[in-house]
């Protein structure tokens, strides 16, 4: 039976139960209990003012209330959907697509969620499932709710692996991204959340073996982000987007509407079945499930040019460029607006 860790860490006045894997992997009762007072002291020692109030050993089968709900999308490979909501006071913040894919000899992650419990609570649903070691984290790119999880993996050994630009882009915002989520979620949310920093970086082309199973890791020029990751599983042609790919969800532009276009289009010639988009509760086919992504950029860059074209000034585009998509997208009056503004600002120059 697989026994895990949990210690009750407080940081001032607040305490929650954290689940803290072993890095070397499963653990037996005894095993477990050996080493659980020692091991809770030296990672809660990472936190500034944490202490330890209770370590105790529990059975995994009486942690699945805590874990994630995943569906096995094709063989060996799980999909734990985000809802398609804002994060906001009274959410978790479980609003991005993660999952994991099983080898023969270990399991890789893709993306953690935006809270250590989100991060948590995926790694109980992967341990459900399998209890081989946990070899890889894939962050998809430096946004928080795909990275502020992290935290639980590399505490179970896993080696944290993103584009060669995500230390900076993130390094930037962590402490913004932390603030942030402490004022929109609060503290009992974002209790035991840290930002983390990859171990591996790529600035082109990595293969990943599992045993078994072969991950592409793919890295783009700026398109959504500036530090855009894809994972193709060759197994089952299935492709994890990231943020590249948005359904249901307004797509979020941070980097380039021209070069996210572009992008999209040299996706759509790899030998991609499905892709999990990075929000939206769908593993689609490809490249289909890529064109209303696709689709809203074109409008986007077609309408600002035309705006720019007319003369119009910025405050004038945001009110109508984009609007003739309102009805195909969910909380298109939070993101559309800033998609204008940041389409705009980089149109003019052209």
């Not at 030998?271 to 490809?286: E, Q």
């Amino acid at each position: 039976m697989i026994f895990e860790l949990v210690v009750t860490l407080c940081l001032g006045d607040l305490c929650h139960p954290r689940v803290v894997p072993h890095p070397a992997g499963v653990q037996s009762e005894a095993a477990c209990f050996e080493t659980a007072e020692t091991r809770a002291r030296d990672w809660a020692a990472a936190f500034r003012d944490g202490r330890v109030t209770d370590a105790t050993c529990v059975p995994l089968d009486m942690l699945t209330d805590r874990a994630a709900e995943v569906i096995e999308s094709q063989p060996g490979l799980f999909v734990h959907f985000g809802k398609v909501e804002s994060v906001a006071a009274g959410s978790d913040g479980d609003v991005a697509n993660t999952g994991f894919i099983i080898g023969e000899r270990g399991v890789a992650v893709i993306d953690a969620g935006t809270t250590r419990g989100n991060g948590e609570a995926l790694y109980l649903a992967l341990r459900q499932r399998t209890d081989l070691p946990i070899t890889a984290l894939i962050l998809t790119h430096m946004h928080p709710d795909h990275v502020l999880g992290a935290s639980v993996f590399r505490d179970a050994g896993a080696l944290v692996i993103a584009s060669a630009k995500l230390p900076l882009a993130l390094a930037q915002r962590a402490d913004g991204y932390m603030a942030g989520m402490d004022r929109l979620i609060g503290p009992d949310q974002t209790h035991g959340t840290q930002a983390i920093y990859p171990d591996i970086t790529l600035s082109s082309e990595m293969t990943l073996d599992l045993g078994g199973r072969i991950l592409d890791l793919r890295t783009y020029p700026t398109a959504h982000t500036d530090n855009d990751l894809t994972v193709l599983d060759r197994e089952s042609a299935t492709m994890w987007m990231g943020d590249l790919v948005f359904l249901e969800h307004t797509p979020a532009l941070d980097g380039s509407i021209n070069g996210w276009i572009e992008t999209l289009d040299a996706l759509s010639d790899l030998p991609v079945r499905h892709m999990v988009p990075g929000h939206g509760r769908i593993v689609a086919a490809f490249p289909e499930g890529a064109a209303p992504t696709r689709n809203y950029l074109t409008v986007i860059r077609d309408e600002t040019r035309a705006a720019l074209a007319e003369g119009e000034s910025l405050s004038e585009a945001i009110r109508h460029v984009g609007h003739s998509q309102a009805d195909d997208w969910q909380m298109f009056e939070e993101f559309n607006p800033r998609n204008a503004t940041s389409a705009y600002v980089e149109l003019e120059w052209e």
